[in-house]
């Protein structure tokens, strides 16, 4: 799967102090793998056809 | 009693005092310490506590009380509160924690209808894993071979039940982690539908996707522990007040009537091939179905998971990443800083996936699909094949898992033996919400047929 992926560097230096995180260096490559992974997914999903009216589910009933 | 004595078994055996549940706990007590410092179950040890409620079962049974659990010892993931100890959730954050003053909803139901907790379990670290493996704790290790991963994160609950430490214990599943180390460990395991059993007391990982589980080395165990699990309780809001549906009495029905299939898109390597090929031909499987856009609904799992386990830890990693199990913490840094966009499709998502699935059990009563992609790999693995592409096995792990459970769909995990193959593997028995019945009748049909069972492993079984 060939996905357009974003400048994880930018990323976690934009974000992080956003959300009051301090990402020490160490983390860095743990946290980048983890966000290329999750953007990998989000691709996956953004090709899922959905429609404007279809609920969301955060409290899943069966 | 055996180690290889299950929970009906031990059950029938105290009740009719053929034996007493304070000489059953005393001999589980003793397998354990002899075997925990190999296999690495068990975090903490309830021995006062266990013998003394072994005594009440024991009079009560004296008074002839009807215990369906009678004596019977289980063990729960250390995320499950126990009064008096610190629920850690296998972190090392939360062992500054107050200890739990009372035990969870599920711990009181078994402990209500006659069983005995010994103790609490591993896991991986606040059960954001399928490995099994932990960094403050080390790793359980697999009882059927000790240089393989339990799987995980309900870990320590897997091996003890392997190793015929205790019959029965309790996990939880929030993306695979009952059904993942219950196929690498041989067992059989029981993931509820979403919204049945009762979560009060548990540390929780994904509110949304967290369900509460048992293992069990027989299908009738597994039903007899399910039965007594079952009640509604509103202290968890999640929860669907439902009658109580006893199954116990209904196994013996097996598949018959039942329409059954074979989830076309989930294949894994050629062993688990193998073995689903054999669960297929044994129950007469002829009919495959499409599931609809599976990779995109493990997708939406994994990214909730990310976003709701970081808001969960968010003051945590703030203040002590660096006490994190550094697997876990970088997966959790990244999840805070997801953009909101990515986890509300996930959302809408899962409701336009949960309403094609249940159009699909309009044709079918039961799904059929793999537990996991591959056999249990090597403790301290992290990469594997998977289709012939060497990936990260972290997170291919919940591969086959993460759809079914995205929905809350009810789903019964049933160890198959292959012919010829050492470990066991794990076939996902899947069924219409509010049908773990149907799923447990499929389950036993395997295991009378003689091609699905759990036995303590070798080295572990008392002759």
Redesign the interface.
């Known amino acids: 799967m060939s996905v357009k992926l974003p400048d994880f560097d930018r ?2 230096e934009a ?2 102090p956003t ?6 260096d160490a ?1 860095k490559p ?6 290329k ?2 953007a ?3 691709a ?5 056809a ?2 404007d009216e ?9 | 009693m055996k180690s290889t004595a299950g929970v009906a078994e031990i059950a029938r055996a105290v009740s009719t005092t053929a034996t007493s549940a304070r000489a059953v706990v005393m001999a589980a007590l003793g397998r354990i310490e002899a075997n925990n410092g190999r296999v690495n179950a068990f975090t903490d040890m309830l021995a006062a506590r266990a013998l003394a409620k072994a005594d009440a079962v024991d009079e009560a049974i004296r008074a002839t009380k009807t215990l369906p659990l009678a004596g019977v010892p289980f063990a729960a993931k250390n995320l499950y509160d126990l009064e008096g100890l610190v629920t850690r959730a296998g972190s090392a954050l939360n062992r500054d924690n107050p200890a739990a003053t009372a035990d969870a909803a599920l711990v009181e139901k078994l402990e209500a209808a006659g069983a005995i907790c010994v103790g609490a379990t591993n896991m991986d670290e606040f059960a954001y894993g399928f490995t099994g493996e932990n960094a403050h704790d080390g790793p359980s290790r697999n009882p059927h071979d000790m240089t393989l991963m339990t799987g995980g994160s309900s870990a320590g609950s897997a091996a003890a039940v392997a190793a015929g430490m205790v019959p029965l214990a309790l996990g939880s599943d929030t993306n695979g982690s009952i059904r993942v180390p219950a196929s690498f460990c041989g067992l059989f395991g029981l993931k509820p539908t979403y919204g049945r059993l009762s979560r009060r007391g548990m540390f929780p990982f994904v509110a949304s996707l967290d369900h509460p589980g048992t293992f069990a080395r027989s299908v009738e165990d597994l039903a007899l522990s399910y039965d007594a699990l079952q009640g509604f309780d509103m202290a968890d809001p999640a929860m669907v007040k439902r009658p109580l549906e006893a199954i116990s009495g209904r196994l013996e029905r097996g598949g018959a009537g039942l329409r059954v299939a074979l989830a076309d898109d989930l294949n894994g390597e050629p062993e688990v091939r193998e073995m689903v090929d054999l669960a297929r031909k044994t129950l007469g499987v002829e009919k495959r179905i499409k599931l609809p856009d599976v990779q995109a609904a493990r997708a939406a799992a994994f990214l909730i998971t990310m976003a709701e386990g970081a808001a969960l830890h968010a003051t945590r990693l703030r203040t002590r990443a660096d006490d994190f199990d550094p697997a876990v913490r970088d997966r959790l840094l990244a999840g805070a800083l997801l953009p909101a966009g990515w986890i509300e499709r996930a959302q809408k998502f899962r409701r336009s996936f949960q309403t094609r699935m249940l159009d699909l059990f309009g044709e079918v009563d039961v799904i059929l699909a793999p537990s996991a992609p591959m056999r249990a790999p090597k403790i301290g693995q992290v990469t594997a094949s998977f289709g012939g592409v060497d990936m990260p096995l972290r997170p291919n792990l919940g591969l086959f898992t993460q759809p079914f459970s995205f929905i809350g769909l009810p789903v019964a995990a049933v160890p198959i033996a292959v012919p010829g193959r050492r470990l066991p593997l794990g076939l996902q028995v899947i069924a219409a919400p509010w049908r773990e019945d149907v799923a447990l009748r499929v389950a036993r049909q395997l295991e009378r047929a003689g091609v699905a069972k759990a036995p303590v492993a070798p080295g572990f079984a008392d002759e």
């Not at chain 1, 959300?19 to 020490?24: Q, R, Y």
């Open positions: 990323w976690i974000m992080a959300m009051g995180l301090e990402i020490a983390h743990g946290v980048k793998a983890n966000l992974t999750a990998k997914m989000a996956l999903l953004e090709k899922a959905l429609r279809t609920d969301p589910a955060p409290v899943f009933r069966a």
